[in-house]
């Protein structure tokens, strides 16, 4: 929403305070997987937001392997930030034979290191993956930066949501973020980071 006065955007200058959400996604970088056995967005992420936000769109691996995430912060390497995460899966069987919502122990790291499972991917022909990752304040030198992802997928005849949430157990910036199979490569799909204005 804009108000304008004299020429003048009072909204955008802080004159005015609307009330109203004013916030939009701007797109930063979009990578495109091919074959890939990593896509890692490496610039972009700063203090510029506070928020960031990962889609990925119909990803397809070369094999049936979970599509996993890892974090570096400022001038690290190797991507094994410490992390505490919990996970969810809600399911729904195609031909009405089976639901249920459960915590996933399996899943979950309480202080790790590895690659963090958001959402299994099959490898048949109409098959993939696609959701969403949020990184809160990832520059803040002060408090850890915690993230949450949703992500809809197809295992075994069964409609998943697979709800992942966490923290990086470190107050250092993250700035680069790291995308794999936990298997294999990814065959295709699209990767976009927003920053959230």
Known sequence: MTVISNGTNLINNGALDSGAAVGSL???????????????????????YKVYVFKFINIHPASTANLTFQANTAGASGFNETMTTTQVIAAHNE???????GYQTALDQAQGTSFQRIGKASNGADECVSGELILFNPSSTTFMTHYLSRVANYNATYSQTEFTAGYFNT?????EVQFK????????????????K
């Open 171 to 175: 107050t250092a910036a993250i700035d």
């Open 26 to 48: 701007i797109l930063l970088a979009t990578q495109t997987a091919s074959s890939s056995s990593t896509i890692t967005f490496s610039s972009g992420i700063d203090s510029t």
């Open 181 to 196: 199979m936990s298997t294999g490569n990814m065959d295709a799909g699209t990767l976009k980071l927003y920053g959230v």
């Open 95 to 101: 031909a009405g034979a089976g639901a249920g919502v």
